[in-house]
């Protein structure tokens, strides 16, 4: 259960976050791929030049670190709350 609670306030963060103003669904494959990237990283930096690269790998447009850096830190959040909350 903690998984899928983490899963799901993971990916309306990154529904609201918007980098490249595309609107509304248009991130659904990066959502995923960054969600599984979350599962398994715990570090802020090495989460947001991961999503950076998903991100840039679609769009082929350039993501400043910092603003993956926002977003990276908020994800975290959410997993080691959800992981303090169930242990």
């Not at 609201?16 to 509304?24: K, Q, Y």
């Not at 840039?56 to 303090?84: G, H, N």
Request: charged share 30%; net charge negative; proline share 5%.
């Amino acid at each position: 259960m903690q998984t899928a609670k983490i899963t799901k306030k993971a990916i309306t963060l990154l529904e609201e976050w918007d980098p490249f103003l595309a609107g509304p669904k248009a991130y659904e494959l990066e959502i995923a791929d960054v969600v599984a990237d979350l599962h398994v990283l715990d570090h802020p930096t090495d989460l947001a030049k991961r999503i950076r690269e998903v991100y840039e790998r679609t769009y082929e447009m350039w993501i400043p670190l910092e603003d993956c850096m926002q977003i990276s830190y908020k994800l975290l959040a959410v997993k080691f709350e959800e992981k303090c909350i169930i242990s």
